[in-house]
């Protein structure tokens, strides 16, 4: 889904627009429906896979960089975004690995 598009569709829902006279906005670039598979089952996998980028994120932002890490290498993504963040917590990871080994030399 597209970002700008799901956007612009969660503000007409929440407008005051007639469903009736204006046609809604389609926020997918493509249905996240392969054959025999049903939108509820394409929705939780990618609910699921948001979920394990999204519990790497909140260790994260909670200053928790092991569990972070151990999210970070345990995840496979397609998101680009997940790709992003996890490159930038396995590097965090290991300069502070790096730093810890430093001190423990002097």
Known sequence: MSL????????FMFSDNSL???ELPNP???LPIDLG???????M??????????NMMMYYLDNEL???YKEAISIESDSEVVKKY???????YQKSEEFENFLDVI
Do not use: H, R, Y
């Not at 700008?4 to 503000?11: D, G, I």
């Open 20 to 22: 009736d006279a204006t």
């Open 4 to 11: 700008v598009k799901t956007n612009q569709f969660v503000e």
């Open 66 to 68: 092991l569990s972070a």
């Open 45 to 54: 996998v990618q609910s699921a896979a948001f979920s394990s980028g999204e």
């Open 86 to 92: 996890q490159q930038i917590i396995i590097s965090d």
């Open 28 to 30: 997918f670039e493509q």
């Open 37 to 43: 598979t049903s939108m509820v089952q394409a929705l």
